[in-house]
């Protein structure tokens, strides 16, 4: 218990230490606070005496401070309109050093010039020193102006005739060639991005000035696309000044290549291929023309046909540079203006060309000289294939462009299509006098002729019918049936025509050879030349319709020898039996007479042409077997019968020297 006591006894001991520095400590800590309160109060009493001491001068230098500002800023003002009262005069300075080297600086320059007049319009409208800054920016841009201008006009001289034929060449054999794009388009990428810089900064601010050059610009580019086409005409001296085209130098006096002139040779006789190669072709010996066509007007369509195939070609790739060069260029705004001003002259001038060429075309045919309608084929055709490509580089234009441009094709259609019906109205009212019929029976020249122009017409088949479509002649539901109902019509009316033709003679047997030489080669050519495949929609059974009316003057021609084996017949006595005075002669009179008629129809029929070496085989075997078997038969029933004592007077022939005769006829080389 002792022991318990003393232990609590030092532990309250213990305990009474430790609450007495407690106590100690607070007093401390409270000392030190009322200190702290009493030191925070005479600061927050300084801070208000010093709050009160530096406010107004905080005053005095915030205001202060805004006054300088506006001072800084008004002197800037200051300085940017004393900068517009020395613009005249730097600029002008300026654009005198800068202009001819650097057009960007020049444009910085009257961009400051443009700015300073906008100001003085709009602070002091009365200054001199905005007439002063007008009269230098007339005078920096008649400087740009003139500029470009010289630009322009050193950069768009025509094209030669031959780099256009290069072009061509380029088209058809090498898809890519840099140095021709950059010799069509003439101006470089640097001169480009120069004149395209200055176009769109005066369109910026001067709207009526930049359309003004703009338009400038057209017109010297659309009369360089003029001449350029118009350079073509003056080169037909190619082809009349004596050059060699297959020998001598490999370049002419003007520089152009040797295949360029090839190209133009070949080019010259396009037309007159077209219009002779069906009757060189398939006239065979004996087909002769009876009458000519007038070669000087076909030739002179041919030169006008010669000539607008390559200007077209031409005009519309220039037209495709052209257009990319201006959208490269002009401002967006004035395309459809300045790429219709820039082609007028040289569609015009094409358009002219195409007048001059359906005019010729219309006035040959007038006098029923259809050739030269051949020399427009291949023009019209080409006009018909580009139509959609040219119409679509036009779309940028006035609407009056374009329908400058679809009157062209019109022309051409319209042209074709009265050229079509006309031929076929010549081919049903063709007439020819009996004087003018061939002797000998051959192919008529109308059957040849007409064949040579429906050969033609089968190398343009599809530009044929769409032509005929598009005009509603035939009301067809289509191009492809147009055309073959428009070669049935043709061939239909010529073989109305040929048929009253073979009326003017009259031997029967002349009539029937003329028709079958006729029909014959009709029925071969119009086949080697795939014409009745074509017309089949329309024309089915003509391959089977030729052949009937071959046979049918077959048989005809047969009847012709009639008049000779008529007299082969003899009903008198049987053989051996002998014959009475009448009956003797009676034989002998039917032997004479038969040996009359087939002298007379072998020296007459010797004459007749037929130049088909098959047909004429055939005319000669088939009618041979049947007066051969006849005269045969007839020999049989009379050739014992006593009817006279000079026997070979009256047999003059046995029945292999009738074959013999035969095969005279048709001697005649046409």
Known sequence: MATFDASSERKLNYELEQLARLEEAIHKNEQIGTRMVTILDSVDRRLLRFNETISPLSNTTSR?????????????????????????????????????????????????????????????????????????????????????????????????????????????????????????????????????????WLFQHDEKHASRLVFEYAELRGSMLLKSLQGIRSSKSLNSSGLSLGSGASRNDEGTPRKMVRRLSAMASLGGTLRRKGSAKFLQPGHKRQASISETEAHAVEVDAERFLPKYQALLRLSHTENQLMRQMLPSALHPKAFSLLIRPALEHLNTEADTLTTAVGRSKQRAAHSPLFAIFPVMQWVQRCHPEFREVLTTCEKSILEVFDTMLVHFQQTVDRGLMDHLDAVRNDSTAASNMPSDGTVHELTSNTVSYLETLAEFAESVGQVLFCAGSLREQSAEKC?????????????????????????????????????????????????????????????????????????????????????????????????????????????????????DIIRLQSAFSVPDEELKATLRRENREYICDLYKTFLQKVGDIDFTQNRDKYIKYRPEQIGTQMERLFESAG
């Open 483 to 599: 055309y073959a109902n428009y070669v049935t019509l043709v061939l239909t009316h010529l073989g109305l025509n040929v048929k009253q033709k073979a009326e003017a003679y009259s031997d029967m047997g002349l009539r029937a050879v003329f028709l079958l030489n006729n029909y014959n080669y009709l029925l071969k050519t119009l086949s080697s030349l795939g014409i009745l495949n074509a017309i089949g929609s329309k024309f089915p059974n003509a391959e089977a319709d030729y052949q009937k009316l071959i046979v049918d003057q077959k048989k005809e021609y047969s009847i012709s020898w009639t008049r000779a084996v008529q007299h082969l017949v003899f009903r008198g006595s049987t053989p051996g039996a002998k014959l009475g005075l009448r009956d003797r002669k009676e034989l002998k009179e039917r032997f004479a007479n038969f040996n009359k008629e087939f002298d």
């Open 64 to 200: 202060l401070t805004i006054r300088q500002k506006n001072l800084l800023d008004a002197g800037k003002e200051f300085d940017a309109v004393l900068e517009y009262y020395h613009v005249a005069e730097e600029a002008d300075l300026s654009l005198k050093d800068n202009l001819d080297c650097n057009w960007r600086d020049a444009f910085t320059v009257l961009e400051r010039v443009y700015q300073a007049v906008k100001f003085f319009e709009r602070n002091s409208p009365d200054s001199q020193e905005i007439s002063r800054l007008r009269k230098v920016l007339s005078v920096g841009l008649e400087r740009l102006e003139r500029e470009f201008r010289t630009i322009v006009t050193r950069l768009s001289q025509p094209i030669p005739y031959g780099t256009l034929l290069d072009l061509a060449e380029r088209d058809e054999e090498t898809p890519q060639n840099p140095n021709l794009e950059q010799e069509l388009k003439q101006i470089p990428e640097s001169t480009s991005r120069d004149l395209q810089a200055l176009l769109h």
